[in-house]
Nanobody
């Protein structure tokens, strides 16, 4: 059973920056960040595979960057120019198998999930 633990969520002013971290218990092929705002479905934000290929939701392109530290089995999400609409619970997720690029922001493709960390961007 893969363990994923997120950290780094806080309240910030709109326009500010934040970095989320996700510590994984073991090496995973594909990892991603998802978010869920109250009353909304969980949506994919960014994904990164072991070859360094990334995928981003249109809403965060140019503002968010996904990266990893292989030595630490840690995934990051650098969030810049935060907007109030970025406010949500952010989840780290992992998938064992290869997933086609167009599906890498689909929550149905992921096997393991963290408990979430809250990000609030206030205007």
């Amino acid at each position: 059973q893969v363990q994923l633990v997120e950290s780094g969520g806080v309240s910030v002013q709109a326009g500010g920056s934040l970095r989320l971290s996700c510590s994984a218990s073991e090496y995973i092929y594909l990892m991603g960040w998802f978010r869920q705002a109250p009353g909304k479905e969980r949506e994919g934000v960014a994904a990164l595979d072991s070859d360094g290929n990334t995928r981003y939701a249109d809403s965060v392109k140019g503002r968010f960057t996904i990266s990893k530290d292989n030595a630490k089995n840690t995934l990051y999400l650098q969030m810049n120019s935060l907007k109030p609409e970025d406010t949500a619970m952010y989840y780290c997720a992992a998938a064992w198998n290869w997933v086609p690029s167009p599906l890498r922001l689909s929550k149905n493709e992921y096997n393991y999930w963290g408990q979430g960390t809250q990000v609030t961007a206030s205007s």
